[in-house]
């Protein structure tokens, strides 16, 4: 399945996503997460598209070749989205599936915009209160060591130096076993190496105060019906170990899929989209 590489003029810029599926399917918009970018995920995306979605993924602000300047915070973040679906699919709710940073955005999007949402997905990443809540795991301290990195001037060059092996090691630490094919882990580098440091600076403004807007802004319960996946060997994020289902409002559904990592949809892309659909058919169906 080809997947062409489109534009959006958007109030922050300009910009670009690849684009492909079942044209009169479900309009479905896939948001990538760090160190990452769409063509990555483009088996996923595929598989998406054979059952039954029209599927857009854009770099997202501060990867080229979508705009690289700031803010990075989460409301900044969630703009661009919102006013996507508006560019995109004014006459209909789309179907949000966020991976790590892209799921983040998506809890922030389905709170602040659940009516412009009919269902959402996110990938290796809890409910960002749950996260926050798993900081104070050692286990967990350990894994998110790089987040204090990050917020080091220097800490662009340090992801970039030795042609990407700081990068190239999270991907091996978080989904172990896992290898990018040579072409896709190149591709990645060059886009990277055009973005840096606006890829850190999402750490950074975690620490800003326009994440206490964020924190209050995610506190209300998500009013659309949403799929979490976890992968059970992942080595960056845990899944979460507590009961949270007080966050959301609407239809939860949260599985630990068994032998992938953090990468998930691209360590196994059908089988990460046959479970998508599969509980997006049970999710259409009217609630008793």
Same mark, same amino acid.
């Given at each position: 399945?080809?997947?062409?590489?489109?534009?959006?003029?958007?109030? +922050?810029?300009?910009?670009?996503?690849?684009?492909?599926?079942?044209?009169?399917?479900?309009?479905?918009?896939?948001?990538?997460?760090?160190?990452? +970018?769409?063509?990555?995920?483009?088996a996923f995306?595929?598989?998406?598209?054979?059952?039954? *979605?029209?599927?857009?993924?854009?770099?997202?602000?501060?990867?080229?070749?979508?705009?690289?300047?700031?803010?990075? !915070?989460?409301?900044?973040?969630?703009?661009?989205?919102?006013?996507?679906? !508006?560019?995109?699919?004014?006459?209909?709710?789309?179907?949000?599936?966020?991976? !790590?940073?892209?799921?983040?955005?998506?809890?922030?999007?389905?709170?602040?915009?659940?009516?412009?949402?009919?269902?959402?997905?996110?990938?290796?990443?809890?409910?960002?209160?749950?996260?926050?809540?798993?900081?104070?795991?050692?286990?967990?301290? /350990? /894994?998110?060591?790089?987040?204090?990195?990050?917020?080091?001037?220097?800490?662009?060059?340090?992801?970039?130096? /030795?042609?990407?092996?700081?990068?190239?090691?999270?991907?091996?630490?978080w989904s172990p076993?896992?290898?990018?094919?040579?072409?896709?882990?190149?591709? &990645?580098?060059?886009?990277?190496?055009?973005?840096?440091?606006?890829?850190?600076?999402?750490?950074?403004?975690?620490?800003?105060?326009?994440?206490?807007?964020?924190? *209050?802004?995610?506190?209300?319960?998500?009013?659309?019906? &949403?799929?979490?996946?976890?992968?059970?060997?992942?080595?960056?994020? &845990?899944?979460?170990?507590?009961? !949270? *289902?007080?966050?959301?409002?609407?239809? *939860?559904?949260?599985?630990?899929?068994?032998?992938?990592? +953090?990468? &998930?949809?691209?360590?196994?892309?059908?089988?990460?989209?046959?479970?998508?659909?599969?509980?997006? /058919?049970?999710?259409?169906?009217?609630?008793?």
């Amino acid at each position: 399945m080809e997947f062409e590489h489109v534009t959006f003029d958007l109030p +922050h810029g300009t910009f670009h996503a690849l684009q492909g599926g079942d044209a009169d399917g479900q309009p479905t918009i896939f948001l990538h997460g760090f160190p990452d +970018h769409p063509p990555t995920a483009k088996a996923f995306l595929a598989e998406l598209g054979h059952r039954g *979605r029209y599927v857009v993924a854009p770099w997202l602000r501060g990867y080229a070749p979508s705009p690289t300047a700031g803010p990075f !915070d989460f409301a900044a973040l969630t703009s661009d989205v919102l006013a996507l679906i !508006d560019r995109w699919s004014p006459g209909r709710p789309v179907e949000l599936i966020g991976h !790590d940073w892209g799921a983040l955005i998506t809890y922030d999007a389905c709170v602040t915009a659940p009516e412009r949402i009919e269902r959402a997905v996110t990938l290796a990443i809890p409910h960002p209160l749950t996260f926050m809540g798993r900081m104070t795991s050692p286990a967990q301290l /350990r /894994r998110s060591w790089y987040m204090g990195l990050f917020q080091l001037p220097g800490s662009g060059w340090i992801a970039t130096a /030795r042609d990407f092996s700081l990068i190239d090691h999270l991907w091996r630490q978080w989904s172990p076993g896992f290898s990018l094919e040579p072409a896709l882990q190149k591709e &990645l580098h060059e886009h990277l190496l055009a973005s840096m440091p606006a890829p850190l600076k999402f750490y950074r403004a975690m620490l800003r105060p326009g994440m206490f807007d964020a924190t *209050r802004r995610m506190s209300q319960p998500i009013k659309v019906p &949403l799929l979490q996946l976890h992968g059970a060997n992942d080595g960056c994020i &845990l899944p979460a170990q507590v009961d !949270d *289902r007080h966050r959301f409002a609407a239809q *939860r559904t949260n599985e630990v899929v068994p032998n992938l990592g +953090h990468f &998930l949809h691209i360590e196994a892309p059908e089988a990460i989209a046959k479970r998508i659909a599969a509980w997006a /058919r049970l999710a259409s169906l009217p609630q008793r």
